[in-house]
């Protein structure tokens, strides 16, 4: 199936692109989108999404309990770091 | 109410016209409360600009979650929220709150509690933008978390 991550901020700097539309396996959860994620991007990218503070929302809610829940086709996956507005 | 999220200019006699015929007698009071670009970073150096990112749609719902909260803490007629995103200078506004209540209490106790949830709680990202450097992205600070954090202890 396929989704897109979406990538913010600072991490959108760190990654160099905005979006990446990638394939995995029906029935993949986030742990699963991140290893996928891992084989294209390289290290210092992906310690940059795996920092404590970064937040994951998946169709602009965010994930709350953990990442092990199941991903479906078309899902939007973003990647923020923290937020500041005002 | 009105909650909104623009690139241009916002102009405070025009929303404040706006809010005052929305409310017409039903309000005794209306807090008003504009945010602007500092010329110089909390450290002191200067900044040419600020650049403000948002994410469509997430950034409106964590907008009206935000006064959706301040309406079940106080007796509010009315709130605009417009925050701008794209590049801005130095004296440009930022974000304007306007919030209408019967007495003044919780008008001004209610657009505080907006300002502090937007600085810790609006999906927007904030980059400090000087001449020949890279920027740096602002984060909150404990200030910002101490005033949101306050609201929770406060009992009201």
């Known amino acids: ?86 | 109410m009105s909650i909104r999220i623009q690139e241009d200019d916002f102009s405070l006699d025009r929303e404040w016209d706006a809010l005052r015929k929305r409310i017409g007698g039903s309000a005794g009071s209306i807090v008003a409360f504009a945010g602007l670009v500092r010329e110089r970073a909390r450290a002191g150096e200067e900044v040419s600009g600020l650049f403000l990112e948002h994410y469509p749609g997430m950034t409106e719902s964590s907008m009206e979650r935000i006064v959706e909260q301040a309406r079940g803490r106080w007796p509010l007629q009315d709130v605009v929220v417009i925050h701008r995103v794209g590049d801005l200078r130095p004296g440009d506004q930022i974000v304007l709150v306007l919030v209408a209540s019967a007495h003044r209490g919780a008008a001004f106790a209610g657009c505080e509690f907006v300002m502090d949830m937007l600085k810790t709680k609006a999906v927007f990202w904030k980059k400090e933008v000087r001449t020949g450097s890279k920027g740096t992205w602002v984060r909150s600070t404990g200030d910002d978390f101490e005033r949101a954090k306050h609201w929770r202890n406060d009992g009201e």
């Open chain 1, 1 to 86: 199936m396929k989704v897109r991550a979406f990538f913010f901020a600072s991490l959108r700097e760190a990654v160099e692109t905005d979006v990446l539309d990638i394939d995995i396996g029906d029935g993949a959860s986030l742990i699963d989108l991140r290893r996928c994620l891992a084989a294209r991007l390289r290290e210092d990218q992906m310690a940059a999404l795996d920092a404590a503070d970064v937040r994951v929302a998946v169709n602009r809610r965010l994930v709350h309990d953990g990442e092990a829940a199941v991903l479906a086709a078309g899902d939007e996956i973003a990647f923020m770091p923290p937020v500041t507005g005002g």
